[in-house]
């Protein structure tokens, strides 16, 4: 079946580093694929999304792009804050669905 | 957008007894699901809850131990019956957009603790 694979965390880093997550998927079909973001105390919300082969989803300095041929969608943001903290997780859904399927979510810790 | 208000928003439970979880939305929503999300991993679709009639369920998931109304396009329950520790997990209410783009929104969630 369909299933996502993201970095395990905790990713810590200093403010104004690079940051890369990894994601890949397994789906058959052409799945669309999102980020949503869970900051403390708060409930996931949407990042970005591309809906097919390379689309670059970006928003807030996050971009990420659909890469078919190596089945990917990694997370980059050039320069993180300390705000950025929060657990990131990657997913998909089939074409016209809302079934979602996730990954364990990845731990962003930034330090000032 | 859609907001999304769960309730309760924790609560610790003794085996055995059944606990109902509410999510009331601010708009009518065709698309209504319910995630669990176990300690340490990922979430994971329970079920659809459709409107008017009765809710779909993914596999692994049954409806006598998550029985899920849907009285109406803002509003639905789920309740988790003859809890056990393994079933400490925070739920999740969602829905689709209305413009039928794919995003889902969530509420805040609601974290149970069975003892």
């Known amino acids: 079946g369909d299933s996502v694979t993201q970095m395990e965390g905790p990713v810590t880093l200093s403010e104004e580093a690079f940051l890369t997550i990894n994601c890949t998927y397994t789906?058959?079909?052409?799945?669309?694929l999102f980020w949503y973001v869970q900051y403390p105390g708060e409930g996931l919300q949407l990042l970005l999304k591309a809906t097919k082969a390379d689309d670059k989803g970006s928003n807030k300095g996050f971009e990420a792009t659909y890469r078919k041929e190596t089945t990917s969608f990694h997370l980059e943001k050039g320069s993180v804050q300390v705000s950025d903290s929060a657990v990131y997780f990657c997913a998909l859904s089939g074409p016209g669905t809302y079934k979602y399927i996730f990954g364990t979510g990845t731990r962003l810790k930034v330090l000032a | 957008s859609a907001v999304i208000s769960q309730k309760p928003s924790r609560d610790i439970c003794q085996r055995g007894t059944s606990l109902t979880i509410q999510c009331q939305v601010d708009?009518?929503?065709?698309?209504m699901f319910w995630y669990r999300q176990q300690p340490g991993q990922s979430l994971t679709l329970i079920a659809t809850?459709?409107?008017?009639?009765?809710?779909?369920?993914e596999s692994g998931f049954v409806i006598d131990k998550f029985p899920i109304s849907r009285p109406n396009l803002t509003f639905s329950t789920l309740t988790v019956s003859n809890m056990s520790p393994e079933d400490s997990s925070i739920y999740l209410c969602?829905?689709?957009?209305?413009?039928?783009?794919?995003?889902?929104?969530f509420g805040e969630g609601s974290r149970l603790t069975v003892l």
């Open positions: 969602s829905v689709g957009d209305t413009l039928n783009t794919g995003e889902l929104f």
């Open positions: 789906a058959t079909g052409y799945p669309s």
């Open positions: 708009s009518q929503v065709t698309m």
């Open positions: 809850a459709n409107q008017g009639s009765e809710a779909t369920y």
